[in-house]
């Protein structure tokens, strides 16, 4: 990735601009520092998710990566075809099945480390900031960008039982 001319912060522009800025940047540096490792960045990304909890719900891990639970379950399918996750029955719950790295998904998921590792240092050698409080308030920014009524209020099931049954 090429070092740019950082220019000066205008004050017209949004937040939101130099963090979809931020973002294009970020993609193109992990991609670039990814591109000869065993996983992607999106992979990477949730094995270390798995990684960080030991074990884990699809559920969790759904709510965690805000991605729809059914995505989720596919993914956990096809990485369980690779040999890299196992589910067992949740013990609390056998209703709920646990997700963990197996021993090759462990080495899969560390192998890819040493690249991401590249990354995360490339970035922090341009940081004159304190990273553990970037990323708590990175953290506090996906939550006010999350979904729920951040840009128009999104009926409730119970509104649009209401609202279906004031048409019939």
Request: net charge positive; charged share 25%; proline share 7%.
């Amino acid at each position: 990735m090429a070092a740019m001319h950082r220019e000066p912060v205008r004050s017209g522009l949004s937040p939101l601009y130099y963090l979809h800025l931020a973002a294009v940047q970020v993609q193109d540096l992990l991609a670039e520092a990814m591109a000869t490792s065993p996983l992607d960045p999106a992979e990477y990304a949730l094995y270390s998710l798995i990684f960080e909890s030991g074990q884990t719900t699809a559920t969790r891990l759904a709510d965690e990566a805000r991605v729809p639970l059914t995505t989720m379950l596919d993914t956990v399918r096809s990485l369980e075809r690779r040999g890299h996750v196992q589910r067992r029955p949740d013990p609390r719950d056998r209703r709920a099945m646990l997700v963990g790295l197996t021993l090759e998904g462990l080495a899969v998921h560390r192998a890819a480390s040493s690249h991401f590792e590249l990354a995360d240092a490339a970035l922090r050698a341009h940081l004159a900031v304190d990273t553990q409080g970037l990323s708590a308030s990175l953290s506090a920014l996906a939550d006010a960008a999350a979904p729920r009524d951040a840009v128009a209020p999104r009926p409730t099931p119970g509104r649009r039982r209401l609202a279906r049954s004031r048409c019939n």
